[in-house]
């Protein structure tokens, strides 16, 4: 049984989700050619701890940054490192929160200048298959309804779904019951109920599924070396329709970013 949150922990959660979602932005308004991932890393910590929360990744489990920072075929936990970016990459950047007692958890991937169509597809897709996961997150629904929805919408553009990792209940906790995989059948899983906060993110693979841990025990990489996305948000399971406590307008409403 999963307790859903009271109101007071919601509006708690959701000051961390608005701390990540404008971190999120400013690391999104300095990705470009030629930067590198260990400078994002720092504007991000600068800005976390410049709002009083703390990088709740760093440390985490020996996590070694604020943030995961995954570039081209790295899907999730990317180290920042003095690889610079180049034009047509595509950075993942997971970015977590810990204020007030709470967490915050969403993370966003960053076209490189220009990308090739395939690539502006499969960025699209994949946040475009977190909100149809969200549409899903209501009360009375199950956890495989979320994947189902971000599964199939996924697979019909010819993407996969990678099946390692999964989204996940937030709280005091970074990671919370329930599970929130990106694939599964309609109507099983844990039930939803309102009040419940979990967050959604797909990770979706440009060619197979097949993904492999590196050496560093860390960086998850596709088998095939193709691209991957990975969008999140965190979200209030609610009667009717989910409410969004994280969100990407920080990133996506600035001119300077091109989209
Ligand atoms: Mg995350
Ligand atoms: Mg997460």
Redesign the pocket.
């Given at each position: 049984m999963v307790r859903p949150k009271t109101e007071e922990e919601i509006e708690l959660l959701r000051e961390n989700a608005i701390i990540v979602s404008k971190t999120l932005a400013e690391v999104g308004r300095r990705v470009a050619p030629g930067v590198t991932t260990k400078e994002l890393n720092r504007v991000a910590e600068d800005f976390i701890r410049d709002h009083g929360a703390i990088p709740s990744f760093l440390g985490f489990e020996g996590f070694p940054a604020a943030l995961c920072m995954s570039v081209n075929d790295v899907v999730v936990h990317g180290f920042p490192s003095d690889y610079v970016l180049k034009e047509g990459d595509v950075v993942s950047v997971?970015c977590?929160t810990l204020y007030k007692g709470y967490n915050g958890?969403?993370?966003y991937t960053f076209p490189v200048g220009e990308v090739d169509a395939e690539t502006r597809k499969l960025l699209d897709v994949t946040k475009a298959s977190l909100y149809k996961g969200i549409e899903a997150a209501v009360a009375g629904n199950r956890v495989g309804d979320i994947g189902y929805a971000v599964q199939t919408y996924a697979e019909s553009f010819g993407f996969s779904v990678v099946r390692e990792l999964e989204?996940?209940g937030?709280g005091k906790e970074?990671?919370e019951q329930p599970g929130v995989p990106n694939f599964g059948h309609k109507g099983k899983g844990t039930k939803l109920v309102d009040g419940m906060v979990i967050?959604i993110?797909p990770m979706i693979n440009a060619g197979g599924r097949g993904v492999y841990l590196a050496r560093n025990g860390w960086a998850v990489h596709t088998q095939d070396h193709k691209k991957s996305a990975h969008y999140?948000l965190?979200v209030v399971v609610r009667k009717g329709k989910a409410e969004q406590l994280s969100t990407f307008d920080f990133i996506e409403k600035d001119g300077a970013i091109r989209f």
């Amino acid at each position: 049984m999963v307790r859903p949150k009271t109101e007071e922990e919601i509006e708690l959660l959701r000051e961390n989700a608005i701390i990540v979602s404008k971190t999120l932005a400013e690391v999104g308004r300095r990705v470009a050619p030629g930067v590198t991932t260990k400078e994002l890393n720092r504007v991000a910590e600068d800005f976390i701890r410049d709002h009083g929360a703390i990088p709740s990744f760093l440390g985490f489990e020996g996590f070694p940054a604020a943030l995961c920072m995954s570039v081209n075929d790295v899907v999730v936990h990317g180290f920042p490192s003095d690889y610079v970016l180049k034009e047509g990459d595509v950075v993942s950047v997971d970015c977590g929160t810990l204020y007030k007692g709470y967490n915050g958890d969403s993370a966003y991937t960053f076209p490189v200048g220009e990308v090739d169509a395939e690539t502006r597809k499969l960025l699209d897709v994949t946040k475009a298959s977190l909100y149809k996961g969200i549409e899903a997150a209501v009360a009375g629904n199950r956890v495989g309804d979320i994947g189902y929805a971000v599964q199939t919408y996924a697979e019909s553009f010819g993407f996969s779904v990678v099946r390692e990792l999964e989204g996940h209940g937030l709280g005091k906790e970074m990671h919370e019951q329930p599970g929130v995989p990106n694939f599964g059948h309609k109507g099983k899983g844990t039930k939803l109920v309102d009040g419940m906060v979990i967050c959604i993110e797909p990770m979706i693979n440009a060619g197979g599924r097949g993904v492999y841990l590196a050496r560093n025990g860390w960086a998850v990489h596709t088998q095939d070396h193709k691209k991957s996305a990975h969008y999140e948000l965190t979200v209030v399971v609610r009667k009717g329709k989910a409410e969004q406590l994280s969100t990407f307008d920080f990133i996506e409403k600035d001119g300077a970013i091109r989209f």
